[in-house]
């Protein structure tokens, strides 16, 4: 596995926002309420939304949380209207990277998201510039246990429609298309499967190796992307050691 998607260095990282567990909820909610504001609140009927949901329930984010985001995403509450917009740069050193953000103020957000850039080395550039280096698809990470068959794993994965599972020392990446990571992810949850992360994402067809110094910039960047409120995933092709 390379990249962003060495799980170890993406847990790591993430442990420090996720220590703060309702700051993580609250960029669910949001997610969550974009995709009810554009395509209603059945996820029966709306793909997005359905995604959002899928990808809360695997963070263990509590059904009465997700619910309310619903209600405010289909107008049942009243609250902020938040947008969702992407940026695309270059990270120190050259690296590729894709910030995804959910904002109630894209003057702020485009502000805040330029400063991150441009103080450790990196620049925003214009959409498109890097996009084409990523596929979008969903991953789910299992982590390794005795309690896990990795045959039984895979049937249940592949069955439910994921394209192909990856087993490392640390555990199992199962990779589908973002059209299916949602009932993937219900799959194996029904299967009683203990899901440690799942999330559709970015993934990079090339890497980008760089100096020692660069690394510590991109490390720090990454870091100030994940305290930022409005920044909802980070994306790059760094081949982290």
Known sequence: MSGHSKWNNIKQRKGKQDAARGKVFTKMAKLIAVAAREGGGDPEMNAKLREAVAKA????????N???AVKKGSGELNDAIYEEITYEGYGPGG????????????????ADVRHIFDKNGGNLGTNGCVGF?????????????????????????????AEDMETSEDGYEIRT?????????????NAGVSVASGEIAQIPSTESEL?????????????????NDDVQEVFHNWAEA
Do not use: C, H, W
């Open 133 to 161: 280096l990523f596929e979008r698809a969903g991953r789910i990470f299992v982590e390794q246990s005795d309690d896990i068959d990795e045959d039984e794993l895979m049937m249940t994965a592949l069955d439910a429609g």
């Open 57 to 64: 329930k695997a963070a263990n984010m509590p059904n009465d």
């Open 66 to 68: 997700i619910d309310r």
């Open 95 to 110: 690296a590729a990277v894709i910030v995804q953000t959910l904002t109630d103020n894209k003057n702020r957000t485009a």
């Open 177 to 189: 298309a973002a059209s299916d990571f949602a009932q993937v992810l219900e799959a194996l949850q």
């Open 211 to 227: 100096s020692e110094e660069d690394s510590k910039k991109m490390e720090k960047m990454l870091d100030m992307f994940d305290d």
